[in-house]
């Protein structure tokens, strides 16, 4: 990650909160995030997609994707995999999100025969920055910090903000919020 990257994802989602009238350390709601950005999230319903091929997506396939990012004329759409939890959701839309407001460039493009972009394959250095984007827009730093001192638990902050506790988690131990609080004897 380069130099900078994630003071500036921290300052990225004190800004989201703003425009979106959200305090700093309130809760971001990435499908509101998603239309501010005007990047659209495709109903995966509305979709006319063959029964075979949703069943493909949603039972047979499941494990195998989250999120897709596609283009089409310049407007971007994200299409969610439905079988997921939502709050797993949350983190792959902020993922793809983020792949968008840094510019990431992908590596493969497929085009559909009716001339919609498929944007996948991007860098594993791009991969690393859109996770670590997604997890400080979501759960930014002063959040971890404001309520892991008042005690609560993985548990209750991944519940405040719709997001699963196993990202909590990583958020907590790889800012160091968890040691520093430690340090601190709380
Ligand atoms: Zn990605």
């Known amino acids: 990650m380069k130099r900078g990257f994630k003071t500036q994802a921290e300052k990225s989602a004190v800004e989201a909160r703003k ?8 809760k971001l709601d990435p499908w509101l995030y998603a239309e501010h950005l005007e990047v659209i999230i495709l109903d995966f319903e509305e979709l006319d997609l063959s029964d075979a091929s ?18 089409e004329a310049g407007i971007r759409a994200i299409l969610l995999n439905p079988a997921h939890a939502v ?3 949350a983190n792959d839309l902020m993922h793809e999100l983020a792949h968008i407001e840094l510019k990431h460039t992908p590596a493969r493009v497929e085009v559909s025969p009716s001339g919609i972009f498929l944007l996948s394959d991007y860098s594993d250095d791009q991969e690393q920055e859109a996770d670590w984007y997604a997890g400080t827009m979501l759960l930014p730093r002063d959040a971890l910090i404001h309520h892991r001192s008042r005690s609560q638990s993985a548990t209750d902050i991944a519940k405040i903000y719709g997001v699963s506790e196993a990202l909590c988690e990583w958020r907590l131990r790889m800012t160091g919020v968890e040691v520093q609080l430690k340090r601190w004897g709380r």
């Not at 425009?19 to 309130?26: D, E, R």
């Not at 949703?54 to 283009?71: F, K, N, Y």
């Open 19 to 26: 425009v979106l009238g959200v305090s700093p350390i309130g």
């Open 54 to 71: 949703v069943r493909q997506l949603t039972a047979s396939d499941e494990g195998s994707w989250s999120a897709m990012t596609l283009e």
């Open 87 to 89: 709050t797993r959701q």
